[in-house]
């Protein structure tokens, strides 16, 4: 959906970088989301938004922290780069009271 | 531990068959439960979605069947296509959180 951007849509990393994944929305939505998606597993929740002061952990926050700079604006962090990051990154937005989730193109993101 | 499981994990249909995808969950709480359809290099995308005070919901060629005392519900794909071919996701929300829990996923593909 192209309300939703994701900066890079690929990347390749070494073990033990920090590294930064943005996501954009247009679509004026309060709620962001940050998943994982791993073969096998489906998509997993890394860190939810609601609002601008509100950050929340999902099921597999461990290894990665989020900054919410604005209504439209929320980024993924790896302060330190391990293989086992190695995912498909999608962001996801929704609108209060509803409950369909948007998401973007995904980021690619290998770790070396 | 999954939330939600989900089966087969990939599927092959000759066009114009059905596809059946299944889904079970545990938590009780679940009050709605939506199915995401991805295409290669996109995002995933709201397919077609269902509370539990109905027990089934077509759209076009695509229904959800949902038995609540057994706590499962299925996608059924009628007249299956090639252009149906994608990652289908089943996931599951409680109480207008927007908070998912995802299906590992079942790759579909059909042959012409």
């Known amino acids: 959906d192209a309300d939703v951007t994701q900066t890079p849509r690929n990347r390749i990393t070494k073990t033990g970088k920090r590294i930064m994944l943005e996501c954009s929305q247009t679509?004026?939505?309060?709620?962001m989301y940050w998943y994982r998606q791993d073969p096998g597993l489906g998509l997993r929740l890394i860190y939810y938004?609601?609002?601008?002061?509100?950050?929340n952990k999902g099921e597999i926050s461990d290894g990665y922290s989020v900054s919410r700079q604005a209504q439209a604006k929320f980024s993924l962090s790896l302060e330190s780069a391990i293989p086992n990051q190695t995912a498909l990154y999608f962001c996801?937005?929704?609108?209060?009271?509803?409950?369909?989730?948007?998401f973007g193109p995904g980021t690619r993101l290998t770790v070396l | 531990q999954q939330q939600v499981k989900q089966s087969p994990q990939s599927l092959i249909v000759q066009k114009g068959g059905i596809s059946i995808i299944n889904c079970a969950y545990e938590?009780?709480?679940?009050?709605?439960f939506p199915w995401y359809q991805q295409f290669p290099g996109k995002g995933p995308a709201l397919l077609i979605a269902?509370?539990?005070?109905?027990s089934e919901k077509k759209e076009g060629r695509f229904t959800i069947s949902f038995n609540k005392s057994a706590k499962q519900f299925s996608l059924h794909i009628m007249d299956s296509q090639p252009g149906d071919s994608a990652t289908y996701f089943c996931?599951?929300?409680?109480?207008?959180?927007?908070?998912?829990?995802f299906g590992s996923g079942t790759k579909l593909n059909v042959k012409p």
């Open positions: 996801a937005t929704s609108d209060f009271g509803a409950n369909e989730q948007f």
């Open positions: 679509k004026g939505h309060d709620r």
């Open positions: 938004s609601f609002d601008v002061k509100d950050i």
């Open positions: 938590n009780t709480a679940f009050d709605y």
């Open positions: 269902i509370r539990p005070d109905v």
């Open positions: 996931a599951a929300s409680k109480g207008g959180f927007n908070k998912f829990y």
